[in-house]
Nanobody, 124 residues
């Protein structure tokens, strides 16, 4: 099993910044893509940003130019720097990762995991 633990959410005023972190742990062989998604009340879960092991990134249209995703492959950790935050950025932010893990010491298998979510609230 692979666990993802997010941190860094909270309350911030419009125009402010927050940095989210997500650390993956478990019997990980490699992680392909890591990313962030968000879900506001009554809405579907939407893409915020993803990053591959090689550093290629993709962003949702609403966050381009304001959010930056990065990762530390040695630490199996992904970050989301959020600047110029708007009230419409308010949501629960979920970390996602997929890759290869090992079971019972010898069996390689793919995994796709989600974190438990961290609340981001942008309000004055």
């Amino acid at each position: 099993q692979v666990q993802l633990v997010e941190s860094g959410g909270g309350l911030v005023q419009p125009g402010g910044s927050l940095r989210l972190s997500c650390a993956a742990s478990g019997n990980i062989i490699s992680i392909n893509t890591m990313g962030w998604y968000r879900q506001a009340p009554g809405e579907q879960r939407d893409l915020v940003a993803t990053i591959t092991s090689g550093g290629s990134t993709d962003y949702g249209d609403s966050v381009k130019g304001r959010f930056t995703i990065s990762r530390d492959n040695a630490k199996n950790t992904v970050y989301l720097q959020m600047n110029s935050l708007k009230p419409e950025d308010t949501a629960v932010y979920y970390c996602n990762a997929n890759g290869v893990m090992v079971l019972r010491g010898t069996i390689f298998t793919s995994f796709a995991s989600w974190g438990q979510g961290t609340q981001v609230t942008v309000s004055s």
